[in-house]
């Protein structure tokens, strides 16, 4: 049976304006709530879509606003069994107990099936390789907690039960976790210490397969750049940089977005600043590391460290994964051409 909670919209303690849209405010309310906590604005309004949240009794849409005083009603399916096909693809595992599991994900490896897509994802090999995942996240991704893009490696915790699944959820809803990325990008920036941005993402207004910080009614990303290494020929312009991201949000393309907004798009990636091969960014890169890019799964993006209290144990835990050989390739490549 799905459960039901009943709670009563008190605005004047969530800090927001009266009149407030329903999924805005609904998600805040749940994240203090014990057993709704977990919920992510995404999920909220899908339960509204699906018709398991009633204010005074009816359903609602995302976009409607909620009074002081109303009664809302929360029902929460059971979770739906797993129907997916285990596959024995390779993962390399960073840690595992009984639990949670940390891999280090491959390039080119979808984290979770959708309905278009059944087979071939990570998900499919953790149900080959660990049997017991978290059921909370749905038939369509068990165990998943957390997403990186198909084509960006690294580290990722994966969830065993549900207990679990929802300890390491309201770690990232609070962004009580410690996340650092590896990024090669054209160019180098002119800044040489610690840059912060902070703007909302949301999708792209023009194109909205892309995600954009100009938007108005996006999500707050903040985003940490460190520069690491310079690469360029002897007495020219350096044509690339190795740059890490310290991530205090964890939006969809964040890194990637942030870094284009700033002027350093990464390498390879086939959606955010991708250079013709007439311009300038292209022409200067050296041949070697041309061909290295050609041979990249997608962008040059790695998920290098994860950091978190176990959400049981409550011991911190740090874990490094190693880069994939395509993403050590174009390293090496830039740093044989390089001077500095």
Not at 310 to 329: L, Q, R, S, V, Y
Request: contains cysteine; hydrophobic residues 35%.
């Amino acid at each position: 049976m799905p459960k039901k909670f009943a709670l009563t919209a008190d605005l004047s303690s969530q800090d927001v304006d009266f009149g407030l849209r329903a999924d805005r405010y609904l998600t805040a309310l749940f994240s203090e709530q014990e057993g709704l906590d977990h919920l992510s604005r995404s999920q909220v309004q899908r339960l509204i879509e699906n018709g398991g949240i009633l204010i005074d009794s009816r359903p609602i849409r995302a976009k409607d606003p909620v009074a002081t005083g109303a009664m809302i009603e929360v029902f929460l399916p059971d979770p739906v069994g797993i129907e997916l096909k285990p596959e024995n693809i390779p993962v390399p595992l960073l840690y595992e107990d009984e639990h949670l599991v940390v891999v280090n994900k491959p390039p080119g490896l979808t984290v979770h099936p959708s309905e278009t897509q059944k087979e071939h994802t990570l998900v499919n090999a953790l149900l080959y390789h660990i049997k017991d995942l978290s059921g909370i996240g749905g038939k369509l991704r068990p165990g998943i907690v957390h997403r990186i893009d198909k084509d960006t490696s690294g580290a990722l915790v994966i969830s065993k039960h549900d207990e679990a699944h929802l300890g390491l959820s309201k770690l990232f809803a609070k962004h009580d976790i410690r996340r650092k990325y590896w990024a090669i990008c054209y160019g180098s920036p002119r800044w040489h210490e610690r840059q912060t941005v902070k703007t909302l993402i949301g999708r792209s207004p023009s194109d909205r397969k892309k995600m954009s910080v100009n938007v108005t009614d996006g999500r707050e990303a903040i985003s940490h750049f460190e520069l690491e290494r310079e690469f360029a020929v002897p007495s020219k312009t350096p044509f690339g940089s190795l740059i890490e991201a310290a991530l205090e949000t964890g939006r969809t393309h964040q890194v990637r977005v942030h870094l284009n907004h700033l002027g350093y798009s990464i390498m390879g990636d086939p959606v955010y600043g991708t250079p013709a091969s007439s311009q300038p960014k292209w022409k200067n890169l050296p041949k070697l590391v041309q061909a290295a890019i050609e041979e990249l799964p997608g962008q040059a993006l790695h998920a290098r460290v994860l950091g978190f209290k176990h959400p049981i144990t409550g011991k911190e835990m740090c874990f490094e994964a190693p880069p994939f050989e395509a993403f050590n390739t174009l390293l090496t490549s830039c740093l044989r051409h390089s001077s500095t």
